[in-house]
């Protein structure tokens, strides 16, 4: 099974600020023959399911803001919040596609300083 | 409108059995696989099973593998988790879930649904 490790596993940003959350895989999400990486990312606020927002490691999902992107290939990723906004306190996962059994990162919760 | 509606959670015993049911709509329900994921209370996501959109092909967790069974009936847009020999450890809320693309085999996930509540306790 393919390992999915958060860091932190909490931060707290002022808000305006820059928010960066890493995840590294136990092995390689990339697949090189279509040179994409199985890597997407949710957000979850409480009480609430979980929300796609970035996928293919890069490809930010529609209607998503663009103060959210992802970065990274192989086996270590990055989601970045450029300018947090209060609407922006949640939890954030990691999750790679790339062979089942799919697998999460164990979240990072995000709040404001 | 697209959305997922889950249903059948409540209270059961250790050892006893639950089906609970996800109801989908707005969207070609038999083009996209989909799957179950769960989140005990105060924990993290945890993947337990997956269908492809025809129904011939699935995946379990291996913490569910012998105990649990996806479905689907592609006639009333319903996906299906039947849940036997139930554990303490599978208290969860269930979330249904939708793949983000049509019939390509590619499971990240684009629609949640609000999630059912599963209580295994005595």
């Known amino acids: 099974d393919i390992v999915m490790t958060q860091s932190p596993d909490s931060l707290a940003v002022s808000l305006g600020e820059r928010a960066t959350i890493n995840c590294k895989s136990s092995q390689s999400v990339l697949y090189t023959s279509n040179d994409k990486n199985y890597l997407a990312w949710y957000q979850q606020k409480p009480g609430q399911p979980p929300k796609l927002l970035i996928y293919w490691a890069s490809t930010r999902e529609s209607g998503v803001p663009d103060r959210f992107s992802g970065s990274g290939s192989g086996a270590d990723f990055t989601l970045t919040i450029s300018g947090l906004q209060a609407e922006d306190v949640a939890f954030y996962y990691c999750q790679q596609y790339h062979s089942p059994p799919w697998t999460f990162g164990q979240g990072t919760r995000v709040e404001i300083k | 409108e697209v959305q997922l509606l889950e249903s059948g959670g409540g209270l059961v015993q250790p050892g006893g059995s639950l089906r609970l049911s996800c109801a989908a709509s707005?969207?070609?329900?038999?083009?996209?696989?989909m799957s179950w994921v769960r989140q005990a209370p105060g924990k993290g996501l945890e993947w337990v099973s997956a269908?492809?959109?025809?129904?011939?092909?699935?995946h379990n967790a291996d913490s569910v593998k012998g105990r649990f069974t996806i479905s689907r009936d592609n006639s009333k847009s319903t996906l299906y988790l039947q849940m036997n020999s139930l554990r303490a450890e599978d208290t969860a809320v269930y979330y249904c879930?939708?793949?983000?693309?049509?019939?390509?085999?590619?499971?990240?996930?684009?629609?949640w649904g609000r999630g059912t509540l599963v209580t295994v306790s005595s």
């Open positions: 879930a939708k793949v983000g693309k049509p019939r390509l085999g590619i499971w990240y996930f684009d629609l």
């Open positions: 707005g969207f070609t329900f038999s083009d996209f696989g």
């Open positions: 269908i492809t959109g025809s129904g011939n092909n699935t």
